[in-house]
């Protein structure tokens, strides 16, 4: 496991450094990240102390129309369990990059009220040009160096309503590591929005609800068993 979120900072870091400057756009990030995660997570077994599970990811890009968007980025993650239960949800992530006044400056309060309403168990995924060196809070005072980082909206829009629009990097107080929000979070069935509407919504490419830019298909199980299989609709195409 320690040797998987190694991999993934370094990913991080080479995909931040690339973009910066002059590809410094959250849609040319986010596109690096979910082809960068798919290769990585490609039937990978992340090994534990005497048993593993395998990772299987399947990135893809929406070619359908996208008036009404909620979130950037789309998860949807299946686990199973060697006793025979099985959870299904969606993560879902809504991208913001910072410039160069240090700011996130295309975050909007409003906007971020708007996707909490539509999907509260929403996150920022927070792009950031330099390296950031941030306490973990608990249980011990480490600190995380990354350039992206993870804040549930429903907790940055409660900050953000107290800060001034320049002084808006101070979400990063409610962030955690993108890396371990896939590894110790979503791989583990937590954050997730389990609403059946929402995946099927998303699954189906209905629109009502979430209508992100990119789509994660994540299956996570042991080595006995098949990943659970999911049909897309045809606005999905691989990347």
Request: aromatic share 12%; glycine share 4%.
């Amino acid at each position: 496991m320690r040797q998987t979120v190694e991999r993934l900072e370094s990913i991080f870091n080479e995909i931040c450094a690339d973009s910066h400057p002059y590809e410094w756009d959250e849609n040319h990030i986010s596109y690096q990240l979910m082809q960068r995660l798919r290769q990585l997570f490609s039937n990978k077994i992340i090994r534990f102390d005497g048993w593993s599970k395998i990772v299987n990811w399947q990135s893809f890009k929406n070619r359908g129309r996208q008036e009404n968007r909620f979130g950037d980025i789309a998860l949807l993650i299946t686990i199973q369990f060697t006793s025979g239960e099985t959870l299904k949800g969606v993560a879902c992530l809504e991208a913001k990059r910072d410039f160069s006044s240090g700011s996130f400056e295309s975050m909007d309060i409003d906007q971020l009220k708007r996707i909490w309403a539509n999907t509260p168990y929403s996150h920022l995924l927070l792009y950031t040009h330099t390296l950031e060196n941030l306490p973990l809070k608990f249980p011990d005072q480490r600190e995380w160096n990354s350039k992206v980082w993870v804040s549930p909206i429903n907790t940055a829009k409660e900050l953000l309503k107290q800060t001034q629009q320049n002084d808006n990097r101070k979400v990063l107080r409610t962030s955690f590591p993108f890396s371990m929000f896939l590894t110790s979070r979503i791989f583990w069935g937590l954050d997730l929005d389990y609403r059946e509407e929402i995946f099927e919504d998303i699954e189906k490419g209905i629109h009502k609800i979430a209508n992100p830019s990119y789509l994660g298909v994540v299956n996570v199980y042991y080595e006995h068993q098949q990943p659970v299989e999911i049909t897309l609709s045809d606005i999905w195409e691989s990347i």
